[in-house]
Nanobody
Framework: QVQLVQSGGGSVQPGGSLRLSCAASGDTDNIDCMGWFRQAPGKQREGIASIYRSGWATVYADSVKGRFTIDQNDAKNIVYLQMNSLKPEDTAMYYC?????????????????WGQGTQVTVSS
């Protein structure tokens, strides 16, 4: 099993920046894919960024492309989401996730381990 602990998040004005972190522990050798998702009230969960743990390839949802950056530390057990030029429509609960089943990466769906979530609010 893999445990994920998120940190970061909070409130920011439009145009501001935030950085989310997600630390993985446990059976991390089997992690293939790491990603970030978000869910706003009344909306479906949306995959927004993914990184291939071994090869560093990334993919982004159109809604965040050019503003958000997914990255990992050298030990590949922490995944980050740098969020710049934040908009009110970015307000949501943000979740990190990893997948250990080797189903291909990067991708924006179908993960098997999830973080606890952290709230991001963008408002003036």
């Amino acid at each position: 099993q893999v445990q994920l602990v998120q940190s970061g998040g909070g409130s920011v004005q439009p145009g501001g920046s935030l950085r989310l972190s997600c630390a993985a522990s446990g059976d991390t050798d089997n992690i293939d894919c790491m990603g970030w998702f978000r869910q706003a009230p009344g909306k479906q969960r949306e995959g927004i960024a993914s990184i291939y743990r071994s090869g560093w390839a990334t993919v982004y949802a159109d809604s965040v492309k050019g503003r958000f950056t997914i990255d990992q530390n050298d030990a590949k057990n922490i995944v980050y989401l740098q969020m710049n030029s934040l908009k009110p429509e970015d307000t949501a609960m943000y979740y990190c996730a990893v997948d250990t089943r080797g189903r291909g990466c990067p991708r924006l769906d179908d993960y098997d381990h999830w973080g606890q979530g952290t709230q991001v609010t963008v408002s003036s």
